[in-house]
Antibody, heavy 121, light 109 residues
């Protein structure tokens, strides 16, 4: 059974940093790409960042490029999101999600973490 | 940018059939996926690749596709199906690889 345990959220002032973690069990962590998806209060879902199964490739939504860094430790089955220079508009619940590639350039998510609330105020 | 368009809300009575649509120009050539999200919870995948249902999802959930519109159908709606439903797809040209619709609030009257 897949379990994804998230930690590291909280409330911070604009310009400060936070690091989110997502510890996974129940599947072979090193075989799957992982993404972060966020949801602002009362809003829809927004893809934030992706990292390939081996950590060799990362990508980000334009609004966080240069400020956020996704990484993973395959020896600890853990995904990270380092968030620097936080802005009010980054306020959201951040979900880690297991990504499934369904064609050459499309993903979907078959397992989600419970979410980490980030408030920038 | 690439957008997927969903109605903001759908209301049905228990036992009726709910249909939630999602429209996008690339849907004729890209699969669509549907997620259910209940208040305070993470999204759950209920339909993948237009019509496939994960084994743990009840049979009353089904998906279909026609042209630029995909539809999530919930037959014999139950009170527990009240939730937000999001469609998701991609544009397919290497950009916009993960795009979500704005979501539809399903209310069970």
């Amino acid at each position: 059974q897949v379990h994804m345990v998230q930690s590291g959220g909280g409330e911070v002032q604009p310009g400060r940093s936070l690091r989110l973690s997502c510890e996974v069990s129940g599947f072979t962590f090193s075989r799957y790409g992982l993404h972060w998806v966020r949801q602002a209060p009362g809003k829809g879902l927004e893809w934030v960042a992706e990292i390939w199964y081996d950590g060799s490739h990362e990508d980000y939504v334009d609004s966080v490029k240069g400020r956020f860094t996704i990484s993973r430790d395959n020896s600890r089955n853990t995904l990270f999101l380092q968030m620097n220079s936080l802005r009010a508009e980054d306020t959201a619940i951040y979900y880690c999600a297991r990504a499934r590639l369904y064609n050459s350039d499309g993903y979907y998510y078959d397992h989600w973490g419970p979410g980490s609330r980030v408030t920038v105020s | 940018s690439y957008e997927l368009t969903q109605p903001p809300s759908v209301s049905v009575s228990p036992g009726q059939t709910a249909r939630i649509t999602c429209s996008g120009d690339a849907l004729p050539k890209q699969f669509a996926f549907w997620y259910q999200q209940k208040p305070g919870q993470a999204p759950v995948l209920v339909i993948y690749k237009d019509t496939e249902r994960p084994s743990e999802i009840p049979e009353r959930f089904s998906g279909s596709s026609s042209g630029t519109t995909v539809t999530l159908t919930i037959s014999g709606v139950q009170a527990e199906d009240e939730a937000d439903y999001f469609c998701q797809s991609s544009h397919g040209d290497g950009s916009f690889r993960v795009v979500f619709g704005a979501g539809t609030k399903l209310t069970v009257l």
